[in-house]
Protein backbone atom coordinates (compact mmCIF):
# COMPACT_ATOMS: atom_id res chain seq x y z
CA UNK A 1 0.00 0.00 0.00
CA UNK A 2 1.59 3.16 -1.16
CA UNK A 3 -0.24 6.76 -1.26
CA UNK A 4 -1.08 8.51 -4.80
CA UNK A 5 1.46 11.96 -3.22
CA UNK A 6 4.42 9.28 -3.90
CA UNK A 7 5.35 8.72 -7.19
CA UNK A 8 8.13 6.61 -6.92
CA UNK A 9 6.68 3.46 -4.57
CA UNK A 10 9.58 1.47 -2.74
CA UNK A 11 9.96 -2.02 -3.91
CA UNK A 12 11.95 -4.62 -2.50
CA UNK A 13 14.59 -5.98 -3.84
CA UNK A 14 15.28 -9.57 -4.10
CA UNK A 15 18.73 -11.47 -3.99
CA UNK A 16 19.97 -12.40 -7.82
CA UNK A 17 21.79 -14.99 -6.26
CA UNK A 18 19.40 -18.00 -4.91
CA UNK A 19 22.09 -19.17 -2.67
CA UNK A 20 21.04 -18.54 1.27
CA UNK A 21 23.18 -16.21 3.80
CA UNK A 22 24.08 -18.63 5.90
CA UNK A 23 25.03 -22.73 5.49
CA UNK A 24 23.99 -25.34 7.79
CA UNK A 25 27.95 -25.35 8.81
CA UNK A 26 27.27 -22.07 10.38
CA UNK A 27 24.64 -22.57 12.27
CA UNK A 28 25.54 -23.23 16.04
CA UNK A 29 24.35 -25.99 18.29
CA UNK A 30 21.00 -25.82 18.74
CA UNK A 31 20.74 -26.49 22.63
CA UNK A 32 21.49 -24.39 25.71
CA UNK A 33 25.21 -23.25 26.77
CA UNK A 34 25.84 -24.25 30.39
CA UNK A 35 28.48 -24.79 32.12
CA UNK A 36 31.21 -24.30 29.22
CA UNK A 37 29.33 -26.57 26.76
CA UNK A 38 25.97 -26.72 25.07
CA UNK A 39 23.66 -29.44 26.86
CA UNK A 40 20.43 -31.48 26.23
CA UNK A 41 17.24 -29.51 26.93
CA UNK A 42 14.54 -31.23 29.35
CA UNK A 43 12.00 -31.26 27.05
CA UNK A 44 11.66 -31.80 23.34
CA UNK A 45 9.58 -29.02 22.37
CA UNK A 46 11.56 -26.45 20.06
CA UNK A 47 11.00 -22.77 18.75
CA UNK A 48 10.83 -22.07 15.12
CA UNK A 49 13.68 -19.50 14.02
CA UNK A 50 12.22 -17.58 10.94
CA UNK A 51 14.26 -15.60 8.11
CA UNK A 52 11.97 -12.32 8.24
CA UNK A 53 13.19 -11.46 4.35
CA UNK A 54 11.36 -15.18 3.34
CA UNK A 55 9.72 -16.44 5.84
CA UNK A 56 11.45 -19.55 5.94
CA UNK A 57 12.51 -21.59 8.82
CA UNK A 58 16.15 -21.57 9.36
CA UNK A 59 16.68 -23.42 12.46
CA UNK A 60 14.46 -24.77 15.57
CA UNK A 61 16.31 -24.34 19.27
CA UNK A 62 14.93 -25.77 22.12
CA UNK A 63 12.04 -24.18 24.50
CA UNK A 64 13.57 -23.56 28.09
CA UNK A 65 12.09 -24.26 31.10
CA UNK A 66 12.84 -23.03 34.78
CA UNK A 67 14.71 -26.61 35.19
CA UNK A 68 16.98 -25.80 32.39
CA UNK A 69 17.57 -22.16 33.88
CA UNK A 70 17.94 -23.44 37.49
CA UNK A 71 21.22 -26.22 35.98
CA UNK A 72 22.21 -22.46 34.63
CA UNK A 73 22.28 -20.46 37.38
CA UNK A 74 23.64 -23.53 39.60
CA UNK A 75 26.15 -23.30 36.90
CA UNK A 76 27.09 -19.46 37.31
CA UNK A 77 26.79 -19.76 41.22
CA UNK A 78 29.56 -22.26 41.28
CA UNK A 79 31.89 -20.38 38.70
CA UNK A 80 31.45 -16.92 40.59
CA UNK A 81 33.29 -16.95 43.59
CA UNK A 82 37.21 -18.60 41.39
CA UNK A 83 35.79 -15.05 38.69
CA UNK A 84 35.31 -13.09 41.05
CA UNK A 85 38.68 -13.37 42.93
CA UNK A 86 40.34 -13.06 39.08
CA UNK A 87 42.68 -9.83 39.27
CA UNK A 88 41.21 -6.99 36.70
CA UNK A 89 44.61 -7.88 34.79
CA UNK A 90 43.33 -11.55 34.34
CA UNK A 91 40.19 -10.45 33.50
CA UNK A 92 40.98 -7.67 30.85
CA UNK A 93 42.95 -10.29 28.89
CA UNK A 94 40.25 -12.74 28.86
CA UNK A 95 37.95 -9.99 27.28
CA UNK A 96 40.48 -8.64 24.84
CA UNK A 97 40.37 -12.28 23.86
CA UNK A 98 36.82 -12.48 23.07
CA UNK A 99 37.46 -9.43 21.22
CA UNK A 100 40.27 -11.06 19.03
CA UNK A 101 37.47 -13.89 18.31
CA UNK A 102 34.83 -11.72 17.50
CA UNK A 103 36.63 -9.78 15.22
CA UNK A 104 38.19 -12.53 13.69
CA UNK A 105 34.43 -13.93 12.65
CA UNK A 106 32.95 -10.69 11.53
CA UNK A 107 32.16 -11.85 8.24
CA UNK A 108 30.30 -14.98 9.80
CA UNK A 109 28.21 -13.31 12.76
CA UNK A 110 27.19 -10.61 10.16
CA UNK A 111 25.75 -12.93 7.33
CA UNK A 112 24.14 -14.88 10.89
CA UNK A 113 22.82 -11.83 12.10
CA UNK A 114 21.07 -11.02 9.05
CA UNK A 115 20.00 -14.14 8.28
CA UNK A 116 17.91 -14.29 11.26
CA UNK A 117 16.44 -10.13 11.53
CA UNK A 118 16.75 -9.21 8.18
CA UNK A 119 18.99 -6.63 8.74
CA UNK A 120 21.03 -5.53 5.62
CA UNK A 121 24.36 -6.21 5.97
CA UNK A 122 25.91 -2.97 6.33
CA UNK A 123 24.13 -3.11 10.16
CA UNK A 124 25.10 -6.08 10.81
CA UNK A 125 28.61 -5.50 10.46
CA UNK A 126 28.37 -2.12 12.19
CA UNK A 127 26.59 -4.34 14.55
CA UNK A 128 29.68 -6.89 15.58
CA UNK A 129 32.44 -4.12 15.29
CA UNK A 130 30.30 -2.10 18.28
CA UNK A 131 30.47 -5.15 20.23
CA UNK A 132 34.13 -5.59 19.46
CA UNK A 133 34.63 -2.42 20.77
CA UNK A 134 32.62 -3.00 23.62
CA UNK A 135 34.59 -5.70 25.09
CA UNK A 136 37.98 -4.01 24.22
CA UNK A 137 36.37 -0.75 25.99
CA UNK A 138 35.43 -2.49 29.21
CA UNK A 139 38.72 -4.77 29.08
CA UNK A 140 40.40 -1.89 29.89
CA UNK A 141 38.30 0.55 32.00
CA UNK A 142 38.31 -2.25 34.36
CA UNK A 143 41.72 -1.57 35.41
CA UNK A 144 40.99 1.33 35.38
CA UNK A 145 38.18 1.92 38.24
CA UNK A 146 37.78 5.25 40.44
CA UNK A 147 36.51 5.35 43.30
CA UNK A 148 36.61 8.44 47.12
CA UNK A 149 40.15 8.20 47.90
CA UNK A 150 41.21 6.34 50.88
CA UNK A 151 41.43 8.63 53.85
CA UNK A 152 40.71 9.51 57.26
CA UNK A 153 37.26 10.96 57.21
CA UNK A 154 36.33 10.49 60.82
CA UNK A 155 39.33 11.16 64.08
CA UNK A 156 41.56 7.98 63.82
CA UNK A 157 39.75 5.81 61.58
CA UNK A 158 40.77 4.97 58.21
CA UNK A 159 38.60 4.60 55.22
CA UNK A 160 38.97 2.13 52.66
CA UNK A 161 36.11 1.65 49.42
CA UNK A 162 35.82 -1.24 47.65
CA UNK A 163 33.90 -2.29 44.46
CA UNK A 164 32.15 -6.11 44.42
CA UNK A 165 30.84 -8.13 42.01
CA UNK A 166 27.17 -8.98 42.54
CA UNK A 167 27.42 -12.37 42.17
CA UNK A 168 24.67 -13.80 39.35
CA UNK A 169 23.79 -11.86 37.14
CA UNK A 170 20.50 -12.86 34.73
CA UNK A 171 20.64 -10.70 31.79
CA UNK A 172 17.58 -10.67 28.81
CA UNK A 173 18.44 -9.08 25.47
CA UNK A 174 15.79 -8.30 22.87
CA UNK A 175 15.46 -9.30 19.22
CA UNK A 176 16.48 -5.98 17.30
CA UNK A 177 20.41 -6.01 18.38
CA UNK A 178 20.85 -9.71 19.59
CA UNK A 179 24.30 -9.74 18.62
CA UNK A 180 25.16 -5.57 20.59
CA UNK A 181 22.78 -5.85 23.10
CA UNK A 182 24.54 -9.29 24.48
CA UNK A 183 28.00 -7.42 24.11
CA UNK A 184 26.69 -4.69 25.94
CA UNK A 185 25.56 -6.91 29.14
CA UNK A 186 27.81 -9.74 29.06
CA UNK A 187 31.07 -7.33 28.71
CA UNK A 188 30.58 -4.87 31.90
CA UNK A 189 29.04 -8.34 33.46
CA UNK A 190 32.07 -10.09 33.43
CA UNK A 191 34.64 -7.38 33.53
CA UNK A 192 33.23 -6.05 37.11
CA UNK A 193 33.98 -10.09 37.80
CA UNK A 194 30.25 -11.04 37.85
CA UNK A 195 28.73 -14.46 36.07
CA UNK A 196 25.38 -14.31 34.02
CA UNK A 197 22.63 -16.50 32.35
CA UNK A 198 21.63 -15.12 29.44
CA UNK A 199 18.16 -15.58 27.60
CA UNK A 200 18.10 -14.25 24.02
CA UNK A 201 15.34 -12.80 22.35
CA UNK A 202 13.30 -16.37 21.21
CA UNK A 203 13.16 -14.81 17.78
CA UNK A 204 16.86 -14.00 17.29
CA UNK A 205 19.30 -16.19 18.83
CA UNK A 206 21.49 -17.33 16.71
CA UNK A 207 24.31 -15.30 17.31
CA UNK A 208 24.15 -15.33 21.13
CA UNK A 209 24.27 -18.91 20.51
CA UNK A 210 27.28 -18.64 18.24
CA UNK A 211 28.98 -16.03 20.24
CA UNK A 212 28.78 -18.85 22.72
CA UNK A 213 30.21 -21.60 20.61
CA UNK A 214 33.53 -19.54 19.50
CA UNK A 215 34.23 -18.30 23.31
CA UNK A 216 33.50 -21.33 25.03
CA UNK A 217 37.52 -22.19 24.87
CA UNK A 218 37.86 -18.51 25.84
CA UNK A 219 35.90 -18.14 29.40
CA UNK A 220 35.98 -20.41 32.63
CA UNK A 221 32.95 -23.05 32.52
CA UNK A 222 30.10 -21.33 33.90
CA UNK A 223 30.94 -17.82 33.97
CA UNK A 224 28.51 -17.10 30.87
CA UNK A 225 25.01 -19.21 30.09
CA UNK A 226 22.52 -19.11 27.50
CA UNK A 227 19.15 -20.95 28.02
CA UNK A 228 16.69 -20.08 24.75
CA UNK A 229 12.73 -19.45 25.58
CA UNK A 230 10.18 -17.46 26.35
CA UNK A 231 10.10 -14.99 28.29
CA UNK A 232 6.98 -15.56 31.02
CA UNK A 233 8.66 -18.77 31.16
CA UNK A 234 12.77 -18.57 31.08
CA UNK A 235 12.65 -14.75 32.12
CA UNK A 236 10.36 -15.22 34.66
CA UNK A 237 12.50 -17.73 36.39
CA UNK A 238 15.36 -15.47 35.93
CA UNK A 239 13.94 -12.58 37.58
CA UNK A 240 12.41 -14.54 40.71
CA UNK A 241 14.99 -16.98 41.05
CA UNK A 242 17.12 -16.66 44.61
CA UNK A 243 20.21 -16.78 43.30
CA UNK A 244 20.23 -14.35 40.82
CA UNK A 245 21.80 -10.86 42.23
CA UNK A 246 20.46 -8.24 39.80
CA UNK A 247 18.33 -9.14 36.51
CA UNK A 248 19.29 -6.62 33.64
CA UNK A 249 17.38 -6.23 30.56
CA UNK A 250 16.76 -4.33 27.80
CA UNK A 251 13.18 -4.87 25.53
CA UNK A 252 9.66 -3.10 25.79
CA UNK A 253 8.12 -1.25 28.45
CA UNK A 254 6.35 -4.23 29.28
CA UNK A 255 8.79 -6.31 29.94
CA UNK A 256 10.57 -4.15 31.69
CA UNK A 257 7.44 -3.75 34.33
CA UNK A 258 7.14 -8.00 34.08
CA UNK A 259 10.37 -8.37 35.62
CA UNK A 260 10.69 -5.56 37.86
CA UNK A 261 7.75 -6.93 39.43
CA UNK A 262 9.15 -10.53 39.49
CA UNK A 263 12.07 -9.36 41.15
CA UNK A 264 10.43 -7.46 43.83
CA UNK A 265 10.01 -10.60 45.67
CA UNK A 266 13.94 -11.14 46.20
CA UNK A 267 14.84 -7.83 46.35
CA UNK A 268 17.48 -8.13 43.47
CA UNK A 269 18.53 -4.79 42.10
CA UNK A 270 17.14 -4.60 38.29
CA UNK A 271 18.65 -2.49 35.68
CA UNK A 272 16.22 -1.78 32.57
CA UNK A 273 16.55 0.01 28.93
CA UNK A 274 13.75 0.07 27.65
CA UNK A 275 11.59 1.84 24.85
CA UNK A 276 11.69 5.80 23.30
CA UNK A 277 10.32 7.94 21.08
CA UNK A 278 13.05 10.21 20.38
CA UNK A 279 11.86 14.00 19.35
CA UNK A 280 13.96 15.69 16.36
CA UNK A 281 13.55 19.36 17.10
CA UNK A 282 14.38 21.33 14.27
CA UNK A 283 14.58 24.93 14.78
CA UNK A 284 14.59 27.88 12.06
CA UNK A 285 18.14 28.38 11.96
CA UNK A 286 19.02 24.74 11.11
CA UNK A 287 20.98 22.98 8.44
CA UNK A 288 17.89 21.57 7.33
CA UNK A 289 20.53 19.61 4.54
CA UNK A 290 22.04 18.46 7.35
CA UNK A 291 19.18 17.27 9.57
CA UNK A 292 17.28 15.34 6.42
CA UNK A 293 20.68 13.35 5.71
CA UNK A 294 20.74 12.79 9.37
CA UNK A 295 17.36 11.19 9.11
CA UNK A 296 17.73 8.87 6.52
CA UNK A 297 19.63 7.25 8.91
CA UNK A 298 18.84 7.72 11.88
CA UNK A 299 15.36 7.34 11.75
CA UNK A 300 15.56 4.04 9.68
CA UNK A 301 18.75 2.28 11.00
CA UNK A 302 17.69 -1.27 11.37
CA UNK A 303 14.52 -0.58 9.45
CA UNK A 304 13.49 1.99 12.31
CA UNK A 305 13.90 -1.21 14.78
CA UNK A 306 15.37 0.85 17.34
CA UNK A 307 14.79 2.27 20.65
CA UNK A 308 16.77 5.71 19.66
CA UNK A 309 14.98 6.17 16.43
CA UNK A 310 14.51 9.62 15.23
CA UNK A 311 10.87 8.78 14.49
CA UNK A 312 9.48 12.13 15.66
CA UNK A 313 10.33 15.36 14.38
CA UNK A 314 8.96 18.62 15.74
CA UNK A 315 9.84 21.46 13.42
CA UNK A 316 9.33 25.22 13.59
CA UNK A 317 6.61 26.15 11.40
CA UNK A 318 8.16 28.54 9.07
CA UNK A 319 11.04 25.77 7.76
CA UNK A 320 8.53 23.01 7.98
CA UNK A 321 7.79 22.93 3.95
CA UNK A 322 10.93 23.34 3.11
CA UNK A 323 11.81 20.14 5.71
CA UNK A 324 9.57 18.08 4.46
CA UNK A 325 10.48 18.23 0.91
CA UNK A 326 14.13 17.57 1.72
CA UNK A 327 13.25 14.58 4.45
CA UNK A 328 10.97 13.50 1.53
CA UNK A 329 13.45 13.17 -1.03
CA UNK A 330 15.82 11.28 1.42
CA UNK A 331 13.49 8.71 2.25
CA UNK A 332 12.12 8.05 -1.32
CA UNK A 333 15.72 7.25 -2.01
CA UNK A 334 16.39 4.32 0.41
CA UNK A 335 17.46 0.62 -0.85
CA UNK A 336 14.52 -1.46 0.55
CA UNK A 337 15.50 -5.25 0.18
CA UNK A 338 16.73 -8.46 1.25
CA UNK A 339 20.12 -8.06 3.14
CA UNK A 340 21.69 -10.46 0.21
CA UNK A 341 20.34 -8.29 -2.23
CA UNK A 342 23.78 -5.74 -2.52
CA UNK A 343 25.58 -4.17 0.01
CA UNK A 344 24.07 -1.24 -0.58
CA UNK A 345 20.58 -2.13 0.89
CA UNK A 346 19.10 0.01 3.99
CA UNK A 347 16.45 -0.67 5.35
CA UNK A 348 15.39 -4.85 5.55
CA UNK A 349 11.93 -6.24 6.62
CA UNK A 350 10.21 -6.12 10.35
CA UNK A 351 11.93 -9.33 12.71
CA UNK A 352 8.31 -10.86 12.49
CA UNK A 353 4.93 -11.44 11.13
CA UNK A 354 3.32 -10.00 14.75
CA UNK A 355 5.97 -7.04 14.34
CA UNK A 356 4.68 -6.45 10.59
CA UNK A 357 1.40 -6.62 11.87
CA UNK A 358 1.65 -4.02 14.67
CA UNK A 359 3.15 -1.16 12.19
CA UNK A 360 0.85 -1.57 9.32
CA UNK A 361 -1.72 -1.44 12.46
CA UNK A 362 -0.67 2.01 13.25
CA UNK A 363 -0.28 3.10 9.37
CA UNK A 364 -3.86 2.49 9.04
CA UNK A 365 -5.08 3.48 12.33
CA UNK A 366 -3.18 7.06 11.20
CA UNK A 367 -4.33 7.23 8.07
CA UNK A 368 -8.02 7.05 9.27
CA UNK A 369 -7.15 10.15 11.89
CA UNK A 370 -6.27 12.14 8.97
CA UNK A 371 -2.69 11.85 8.93
CA UNK A 372 -0.98 11.94 5.50
CA UNK A 373 1.73 9.88 4.29
CA UNK A 374 3.86 11.92 2.07
CA UNK A 375 6.18 9.10 1.05
CA UNK A 376 4.96 4.87 2.41
CA UNK A 377 2.23 4.09 4.15
CA UNK A 378 1.96 0.74 4.04
CA UNK A 379 3.41 -2.82 3.12
CA UNK A 380 5.06 -3.58 0.05
CA UNK A 381 4.76 -6.87 -1.54
CA UNK A 382 5.71 -10.00 -0.01
CA UNK A 383 7.62 -12.82 0.71
CA UNK A 384 9.07 -10.81 3.73
CA UNK A 385 7.46 -8.74 6.76
CA UNK A 386 8.81 -5.43 4.42
CA UNK A 387 7.24 -1.74 5.37
CA UNK A 388 7.97 1.20 2.86
CA UNK A 389 9.61 3.49 4.35
CA UNK A 390 7.11 6.68 5.45
CA UNK A 391 6.91 10.22 6.09
CA UNK A 392 3.62 11.22 7.86
CA UNK A 393 2.89 15.02 8.04
CA UNK A 394 -0.51 16.91 8.99
CA UNK A 395 0.65 15.28 12.26
CA UNK A 396 -1.77 17.17 15.28
CA UNK A 397 -0.40 17.23 19.02
CA UNK A 398 -1.45 14.15 21.03
CA UNK A 399 -1.79 12.19 17.61
CA UNK A 400 -1.08 8.20 18.30
CA UNK A 401 1.69 7.56 16.03
CA UNK A 402 3.35 10.58 17.28
CA UNK A 403 3.02 9.63 21.37
CA UNK A 404 3.43 5.52 20.89
CA UNK A 405 6.58 3.59 20.03
CA UNK A 406 5.63 2.52 16.30
CA UNK A 407 9.37 0.36 15.76
CA UNK A 408 9.74 0.16 12.22
CA UNK A 409 10.45 2.68 9.34
CA UNK A 410 7.91 5.58 10.37
CA UNK A 411 9.09 9.09 10.87
CA UNK A 412 5.95 11.66 12.25
CA UNK A 413 6.06 15.33 11.31
CA UNK A 414 4.68 17.80 13.70
CA UNK A 415 5.18 21.81 13.66
CA UNK A 416 5.82 24.21 16.41
CA UNK A 417 5.92 27.80 16.87
CA UNK A 418 8.59 28.51 19.50
CA UNK A 419 10.80 27.18 21.91
CA UNK A 420 8.60 26.74 24.66
CA UNK A 421 5.88 24.80 22.85
CA UNK A 422 8.60 22.80 21.39
CA UNK A 423 10.66 22.15 25.06
CA UNK A 424 6.82 21.17 26.18
CA UNK A 425 5.58 19.02 23.00
CA UNK A 426 8.93 17.45 22.81
CA UNK A 427 8.75 15.94 26.79
CA UNK A 428 5.16 15.43 26.32
CA UNK A 429 5.54 11.21 25.61
CA UNK A 430 5.87 8.74 28.89
CA UNK A 431 9.33 7.69 27.52
CA UNK A 432 12.68 9.55 28.00
CA UNK A 433 15.52 7.44 25.66
CA UNK A 434 16.68 10.15 23.56
CA UNK A 435 16.55 13.80 21.38
CA UNK A 436 18.20 15.85 19.41
CA UNK A 437 18.25 19.39 19.17
CA UNK A 438 19.37 20.68 15.46
CA UNK A 439 20.36 24.74 15.57
CA UNK A 440 23.15 27.13 14.58
CA UNK A 441 22.67 29.01 18.17
CA UNK A 442 24.78 27.57 20.11
CA UNK A 443 23.05 29.38 23.43
CA UNK A 444 20.06 28.01 22.10
CA UNK A 445 21.60 24.91 22.02
CA UNK A 446 23.06 24.37 25.40
CA UNK A 447 19.52 25.35 27.12
CA UNK A 448 17.14 23.56 25.13
CA UNK A 449 19.16 20.40 25.44
CA UNK A 450 19.59 21.40 29.08
CA UNK A 451 15.70 21.35 28.86
CA UNK A 452 14.77 18.27 27.42
CA UNK A 453 13.67 15.29 29.72
CA UNK A 454 15.52 12.46 27.65
CA UNK A 455 19.06 10.28 29.14
CA UNK A 456 21.20 11.01 25.66
CA UNK A 457 20.50 14.36 24.02
CA UNK A 458 22.38 15.27 20.70
CA UNK A 459 23.14 18.31 18.83
CA UNK A 460 23.28 18.55 15.40
CA UNK A 461 23.53 14.48 15.04
CA UNK A 462 21.68 11.75 15.91
CA UNK A 463 22.05 7.65 17.20
CA UNK A 464 25.86 8.48 17.22
CA UNK A 465 26.81 6.35 20.17
CA UNK A 466 30.46 5.42 21.55
CA UNK A 467 31.95 3.13 23.97
CA UNK A 468 33.18 5.53 26.59
CA UNK A 469 30.09 7.76 26.98
CA UNK A 470 26.51 6.10 28.77
CA UNK A 471 23.32 5.25 27.34
CA UNK A 472 20.13 5.22 28.98
CA UNK A 473 17.09 6.98 29.56
CA UNK A 474 14.47 8.22 31.85
CA UNK A 475 10.58 8.05 32.39
CA UNK A 476 9.23 5.34 30.82
CA UNK A 477 12.38 3.97 29.43
CA UNK A 478 14.01 2.57 32.08
CA UNK A 479 17.17 2.96 34.83
CA UNK A 480 20.43 1.97 34.63
CA UNK A 481 23.09 2.62 31.92
CA UNK A 482 24.84 0.64 29.65
CA UNK A 483 28.28 1.48 28.06
CA UNK A 484 31.17 3.36 29.77
CA UNK A 485 32.05 3.22 33.57
CA UNK A 486 28.72 3.95 34.75
CA UNK A 487 27.86 0.33 33.41
CA UNK A 488 30.74 -1.03 35.30
CA UNK A 489 29.49 0.83 38.31
CA UNK A 490 25.47 -0.44 37.45
CA UNK A 491 27.16 -4.09 38.10
CA UNK A 492 29.29 -3.45 41.11
CA UNK A 493 28.43 -3.21 44.85
CA UNK A 494 30.37 -0.50 47.22
CA UNK A 495 31.65 -1.58 50.49
CA UNK A 496 32.85 0.57 52.99
CA UNK A 497 35.62 -0.63 55.50
CA UNK A 498 36.54 1.66 58.15
CA UNK A 499 40.00 0.39 60.29
CA UNK A 500 40.54 2.41 63.80
CA UNK A 501 43.99 2.77 64.28
CA UNK A 502 44.01 5.72 67.37
CA UNK A 503 46.92 4.68 69.48
Not at 451 to 463: A, E, I, K
Request: net charge negative; aromatic share 6%; proline share 6%.
Amino acid sequence: MTTAADPTPATVRRAADPSPLIGAADLPPARHFVDGTFVEPSTDRVIDVVDPSTEDVIARVPEGTAEDVDRAVAAALAAAGPWARRLPRERSELLHAVADRLAGNTELLARLESANTGKPLAVSTDDVGQAVDTFRFMAGAVRAATSLAAGEYAENHLSVILREPLGVIGVITPWNYPLLMAAWKIAPVLAAGNTLVLKPSEQTPLTTLKFAELVADLLPAGVLNVVNGYGATVGARLAEHPDVDMIALTGSVGSGRAVARAAADTLKRVHLELGGKAPVVVFEDADLTAAASALRVAGFWNSGQECGAACRVLVHESVAGEFIERLVGEVRALVVGEPAAGADVEVGPMVSKAHFDRVTGFLERAKKEGLRAATGGGALDGPGHFVAPTVLVDVPEGAEAAREEIFGPVVTVETFTDEDEAVRRANDVPLGLSASVWTENARRSHDIAARLDFGTVWVNSHLVLASEVPWGGFKGSGYGRDLSIYALDDYTRTKHVMHHHGR
